[in-house]
């Protein structure tokens, strides 16, 4: 079992920049596989960036990237989500998740065992 924390949610406004932390317990995070979601208001939930276990391999949403990156410390069982040039469509609650024994997971949530709480992000025009 794993807990996943978000932190550094906030408003920004439109052009500004973020970084979002997710800090997982226990000893095994250099295992996981880890993504990062959001849910705009009366939306679904929708996948945005995701990492393998070393770190080497990322993949985005076409919306995020050249603007979001994804990146993780396993020395200090945190991933990362640095949100530059953000828009008011970036807003919604960003969750991180994760899943063990994979090397990479992808888009899906079933593909994620562990999620955090949530974080809020608001952008403003």
């Known amino acids: 079992q794993v807990q996943l924390v978000e932190s550094g949610g906030g408003l920004v406004q439109a052009g500004g920049s973020l970084r979002l932390s997710c800090a997982a317990s226990?000893?095994?995070?250099?295992?996981?596989?880890m993504g990062w979601f959001r849910q705009a208001p009366g939306k679904e939930r929708e996948f945005v960036a995701s990492i393998n276990r070393s770190g080497g391999i990322t993949y985005y949403v076409g919306s995020v990237k050249g603007r979001f990156t994804i990146s993780r410390d396993n020395a200090k069982n945190t991933v990362y989500l640095q949100m530059n040039s953000l828009k008011p469509e970036d807003t919604g609650v960003y969750y991180c998740?994760?899943?063990?024994?994979?090397?990479?997971?992808?888009?899906?949530?079933?593909?994620?065992?562990?999620w955090g709480q949530g974080t809020q992000v608001t952008v403003s025009s």
């Open positions: 226990g000893r095994t995070f250099s295992s996981y596989a």
């Open positions: 998740a994760g899943t063990p024994g994979v090397a990479g997971a992808g888009a899906e949530e079933y593909e994620y065992r562990y």
